[in-house]
């Protein structure tokens, strides 16, 4: 390969993975230095702990409005005084050589307008932008190895992407091809030869605001421009396979609350929102290794598709103003919210192979204790705090929350998500900083399998072993294992009707201005309950022993449980009643115990018969066997479990949604569409048909046997 040894040498500048997120302070220009008269002053500080060599700074910004710092970090920060080509040779020439060895690469700006994106990623002739140096490089490595090189450039304006190297602008399509590769069908493709003939085509290109575009409103109009370079290897070539590049210049964003704006800038910036929330999410979904990836949310996610994840390179550029800018402050938050996300998910990932090598230890010898349901746990102090890292960086910290939140210093998220957390499952006191034990009750785990559909089947297992590992924020980890007796599978629910499917598959609908709007002021944060996360779930071939790996990532801080886990163990313990009417341990004084509240310690059932006290008002119905009890119990539960069903199916943010037995990514999806239509449009369980639940499947989700 042409660059391996290159890469190896250039990789160390890319200590923390596949994914880069900087920023770049942009130089002053000469007009802004003549407007200033007096000496320009930074707003934004950075701390950079080891220099050059910092892979993780602290840019402090100085709120002039609020009086206050803002601070958020990034892997680095390019003050005014670094140079494109210091840019360059830092973070893109290790891209370009990865180009060679297979990898595809791709380098986004994002910004205020007027950050520096084009500046940085364009520049021009005799300033080169990063395109343009990675250009000259690429170029010449092709040339030796006796490839060829060819770009297209499009644009993607409101959703809809345009070709901009054929003067027609005719749109360009994405399709899939039998192998499931990306297709960009209507794009045109281009072979240069040098940098010069580059620079020729690419500057003309993608600044047609004043040459091709003949309408006055055309002339302002913000869309991304994205550069995509390839190569073409001849069928004798020693290069068996050759990456590709992509140069995405974002839109610029500007916050449509604080200015004026006519519903044409509102549209654009609510599809820059969408392409920038779209791609975050992409991105820390790959980094989490989540089973969905939201590709398809934005045309500009959905287009660059095959080149992001897997062993291929992504940079964010965050291109902010050298002076007072509260849009920039939102786009750093961004980018500190992408940097925190992905930091997290590598250390998940380290934590993931420790509880893996844990497991093994286990299994190799240890017997399991029967009956009983203690937890020691080594180290808790900072669990909270770990939690509250997860909630604030994790894939999952995104969900619901509000795109650009101006609050991005640890501090605030920490107000922000100290709600209760606990589970069903387990509940842990946390206060203690050294050892301390768990009482751990385990009715059910819910598995969770992925269909062809992309919906999820539940089956309800009851596990007679269950081994739960909790992690403290130093990583160390507590085990308990709880015994209970029985194994119950519940079939899983049809699949979604097909209206949904097609409905999924339609192509992305324009954002409505009111629609979009309210999703920028979205800052409820639903998704501040806890997660409960199950991994390696696994069967003995006997069937007698079933020992799980239970990653919880929720710790209890005193508050409330959250309302999935509620619902859950409402629901369970109706299963309870309901199967094992023996076990009922019924009040002395006659009360049923309606409010879902069952021994965990089973003990003989006696009957009795209870009391009956006429009067007007006063009458009941005679209780005689278990079964008229549990119905009675029921039916007062299943109105409160009903209530709390339909409010949590009103205000749950998707991924909660999708925890529910039933509710897969496609009925999560058409909630939040018809939530965004009316607010808490479940009244009863009969609005469960709008997300295709046929009405035996919502009988089915509360009915007793
Ligand atoms: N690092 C820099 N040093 C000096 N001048 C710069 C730098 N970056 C950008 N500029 C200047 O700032 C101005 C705005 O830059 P540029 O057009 O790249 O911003 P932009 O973010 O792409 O704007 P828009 O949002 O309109 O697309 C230009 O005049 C450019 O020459």
Sequence with gaps: MASSDCNKENRGSHPTGLVRVVARIRGFTNREREL???????????????????????????????????????????????????????????????????????????????????????????????????????????????????ISLYEIYQEHAYDLLNPERPTVMVLKDVQGRIKLKGLSQAPVKSVSEFCKTYLSASSPRKAIQKHATQLSRRSHKCLIVKFVTPTNSEVSHVGKMNFVDLAGYEDPRR?????????????????????????????????????????????????????????????????????????????????????????????????????????????????????????????????????????????????????????????????????????????????ATSTVTVPFFETTVNTETGDEATSTVTVPSVETTVYTETGDEATSTVTVPSIEITPPLEEESSVDAAKAAAPLKEVSEHASQKSLENQVDLSSEASCTTEALSLDKEGDIMDKENTVQYIDVGGSPPLCARLREISSNLKLVDSTPTCIDLPKQGNLPCDGQISAEPKDFEPRTPPFESGKGNERPYLNTPREVSKTCYCGTKNSLVQEYLRFVNSASKEDLKGLKGIGEKRATRILEIREESPEPFKSLEDLKDIGLSAKQIKGMFAMK
């Design 259 to 435: 200015k004026r704006s006519d519903c044409t800038k509102i549209a654009e910036n609510n599809a820059l929102s969408k392409s920038l929330y779209a791609l975050q999410k992409v991105v820390l979904a790959l980094n989490a290794n989540e089973s969905h990836i939201p590709f398809r949310e934005s045309k500009l996610t959905h287009m660059l598709q095959d080149s992001l994840g897997g062993v291929n390179g992504l940079i964010f550029i965050a291109c902010l103003n050298p002076s007072f800018c509260q849009d920039s402050i939102y786009m750093a938050s961004l980018a500190s919210r992408t940097y925190q996300g992905i930091r997290q998910s590598i250390m998940d990932s380290t934590k993931k192979t420790k509880s893996l090598n844990r497991l093994a230890a286990l299994s190799s010898g240890k017997p399991r204790i029967p009956q009983s349901s203690s937890a020691s746990m080594k180290k808790q102090t900072g669990s909270r705090m770990h939690f509250l890292q997860k909630k604030v960086s994790g894939a999952t910290v995104i969900k619901g929350k509000k795109l650009f939140d101006e609050a991005n210093n640890s501090k605030k998220y920490m107000k922000a998500t100290s709600t209760s957390t606990s589970c069903v499952a387990s509940t842990m006191k946390t206060e203690t900083p050294d050892k």
């Design 36 to 150: 200033a008269k007096s000496s320009l002053t930074p707003w934004i500080s950075i701390q950079k702990p080891k220099g050059e060599a910092s892979d993780a700074v602290t840019l402090s910004f100085e709120d002039q409005s609020a009086s206050q710092k803002e601070s958020c970090q990034v892997h680095y920060c390019y003050d005014q005084d670094e140079n494109t080509d210091m840019m360059y040779s830092r973070e893109i020439k290790p891209l370009v050589s990865g180009i060679f060895d297979g990898r595809d690469a791709t380098v986004v700006a994002y910004g205020a307008i007027g950050s520096g994106k084009t500046y940085t990623i364009q520049g021009s002739e005799e300033k080169p932008g990063l395109a343009i140096l990675a250009m000259d490089e690429m170029i010449s490595t092709a040339e030796r190895l006796g490839i060829s090189v060819t």
